[in-house]
């Protein structure tokens, strides 16, 4: 027996008359199948309360949550071409694209933004794994090039919240060389002397963490996200040796020295106000 199905929403409808009970009201935690209800959800940043895991959360979340209170302003992108190598596997590339802008109704895999974070100046770069699975492709290239010049500009630190299965294969090498240009804008910032900071969530993988996202002067990670380049089973099999337990996991990863922090989302924002008082305060004392 469902009891969500079978006893609480025959229970809401009750409550609300003839009227239907939306069917997103409650959402079950993929870890410890626990049921939420959708408010509650929302409330602590899309983290279970039951078992603390941390969901996925959207490019629009991201924002919303590091941002200081209707302090930020999202910035139009470079366009690019749509579909460069005119690509087909099952599908259409230009019909992919379409149904990816209109489920998540983004343009593509990446949102930038610039505001406060703690009364601070920053520009804010978050990737969306709901658009093909923030896969990089040109457009995300593009957007981090001008989020990095939009920091330099505004003499602003640049945080980036990685989130991706890798490079986007219907745009063949044009996908690849995003690699070295998002690198050269991580540098952008570093040259300029501000802060560069990346956040990896779950999961970033492939081209997105062998480039930009292992750059950071500060790398923070959400506790149990997926980090790695390939595959474990790949891994395993090429090296023929049984991977260690939580292997390519946040916490494994901080063990070894490949990050800085663990850090929960609910304590996210107020870490990186810290991060950017700190690293910021030699421009302050020169100004």
């Not at 460069?84 to 998540?104: C, G, M, N």
């Not at 299965?165 to 804008?185: D, H, K, V």
């Amino acid at each position: 027996m469902n009891w969500i199905s079978e006893f609480v929403r025959p229970k809401i409808r009750t409550l609300l008359g003839r009227k239907e009970a939306p069917d997103n009201l409650w959402h079950q935690c993929p870890k410890c199948q626990q049921m939420i209800f959708h408010r509650e959800l929302e409330a602590g940043k899309k983290v279970c309360p039951h078992c603390g895991h941390h969901m996925r959360a959207s490019a629009a979340d991201r924002l919303n949550w590091t941002f200081d209170e209707g302090s930020f302003t999202r910035i139009d992108l470079p366009k690019v071409v749509a579909d460069p190598l005119k690509f087909r596997d099952q599908k259409k590339y230009v019909d992919r694209l379409r149904e990816a802008r209109e489920s998540t109704k983004h343009e593509d895999a990446l949102m930038v933004a610039h505001g406060t974070i703690s009364g601070h100046k920053a520009v804010v770069a978050a990737m969306d794994f709901d658009f093909m699975a923030g896969s990089m492709g040109a457009a995300v290239g593009e957007g981090l090039v001008a989020a990095a010049k939009l920091a330099v500009l505004q003499a602003a630190p640049l945080i980036v919240y990685a989130a991706s299965g890798g490079a986007r294969m219907q745009e063949g090498a044009i996908s690849l060389m995003q690699m070295p240009r998002t690198t050269i804008a991580a540098m952008m910032v570093k040259e300029a002397g501000l802060p560069f900071i990346t956040v990896l969530t779950d999961p970033t993988t492939g081209g997105v963490t062998a480039s930009f996202a292992m750059l950071g002067d500060i790398q923070i990670s959400e506790p149990n996200a997926l980090i790695g380049f390939a595959g474990a089973r790949v891994i395993e099999q090429t090296v023929r040796e049984k991977l260690p337990e939580g292997f390519q996991r946040a916490e494994y990863l901080l063990a070894h020295g490949m990050i800085d922090m663990v850090v929960k989302r609910g304590e996210l924002t107020a870490t990186l106000g810290k991060i950017i008082d700190l690293l910021t305060a030699n421009h302050k004392a020169a100004a």
